[in-house]
């Protein structure tokens, strides 16, 4: 299993960027997904994840209304949609893979990707 995360940059305020995690070696529909972002020197926090088991979705208090996490099956891919980022959005963002019957954490991780809003 590998997935691959890209998307990232540098966007201002009120902005929008959208992540993009090619996912290969499983199918999507078979399980859960989620992002994740870190700032250096803090510990890294989950913003957003969809069930493999019923599609539930959930997100971090502080992006609800703003972000949101989709996915395509056929093509292997899941996203996370930004919309009216804010500086504290700035972060390296991961994704990660775990099959759908399992719970705890995240078996499989892409390599993060850097956004960066300014003011």
């Known amino acids: 299993v590998q997935l691959q995360a890209f998307g990232g940059g540098s966007a201002q305020t009120g902005g929008s960027l959208r992540l993009s995690c090619a996912a290969s070696?499983?199918?999507?529909?078979?399980?859960?997904i989620g992002w994740f972002r870190q700032v250096s020197g803090k510990e890294r926090e989950g913003v957003s994840c969809m069930s493999g088991s019923d599609d539930g979705t959930h997100y971090l208090e502080s992006v609800k209304g703003r972000f949101t996490i989709s996915r395509d099956v056929d093509n292997s891919v899941f996203y996370l949609q930004m919309n009216s980022l804010k500086p504290e959005d700035t972060a390296v963002y991961y994704c990660?893979?775990?099959?759908?019957?399992?719970?705890?954490?995240?078996?499989?991780w892409g390599q993060g990707t850097q956004v960066t809003v300014s003011s």
């Open positions: 070696g499983l199918r999507l529909d078979q399980y859960s």
């Open positions: 990660a893979a775990r099959w759908y019957s399992t719970s705890g954490g995240y078996a499989y």
